[in-house]
């Protein structure tokens, strides 16, 4: 009797199970897409034509490495702005034009190169293309940049068109 035991014992290791199985979830979770959209245009103001250049800051003022502008020409000069919106708490990326690829051209196609754009977000308030959407989904950027003006530079109205681009991380 204890050998037809000691046998059904070691059948029952020879009849071991082979295969398992486990049950799991799939799960997804649908965030809301990043957009961004105009706020204020990027204005550099009245400036005088000269050798040198003119940058608008991205929080706001004018410079010049030359005397582009008094207080009674200085004109309306302004960083401009874009709104951000997404998923509350995302961070994401900031692509701006590289140097002289935005050109401003005045109705004669006479020329001025925009150079050095800057951007600070107000979720993440430094210059490193990084912005954070708040808890509410939004975000502002503030752009600056830099123009180079010649003394030949011909008085007129100069305009250009330029992109900025956000992707989550």
Do not use: H, W
């Not at 199985?21 to 009245?46: C, D, H, K, Q, Y």
Request: with cysteine; glycine share 10%; aromatic share 6%.
């Amino acid at each position: 009797m204890l050998a037809i035991a000691m046998m059904a014992g070691v059948s029952n290791n020879a009849m071991a199970q082979n295969s398992a199985m486990a049950n799991s979830e799939v799960i997804a979770t649908v965030i809301a897409p990043i957009s961004i959209n105009m706020g204020a245009t990027l204005s550099f103001g009245n400036i005088i034509k000269g050798n040198g250049t003119v940058t608008v800051k991205p929080i706001g003022g004018k410079e010049s490495s030359y005397n582009a502008f008094t207080i009674t020409q200085d004109g309306a000069d302004a960083n401009g702005t874009f709104k951000v919106s997404g998923e509350k708490g995302y961070t994401y990326s900031i692509v701006l034009p590289v140097n002289d690829f935005v050109v401003l051209r005045d109705s004669d196609s006479n020329s001025m190169a925009v150079s050095d754009f800057t951007c600070i977000s107000i979720g993440s308030p430094s210059e490193n293309l990084i912005g954070t959407l708040s808890s509410k989904g939004g975000d502002t950027l503030m752009v600056g940049a830099t123009i180079t003006v010649t003394d030949s530079q011909a008085p007129g109205s100069y305009s250009a068109i330029y992109m900025v681009t956000v992707s989550y991380n």
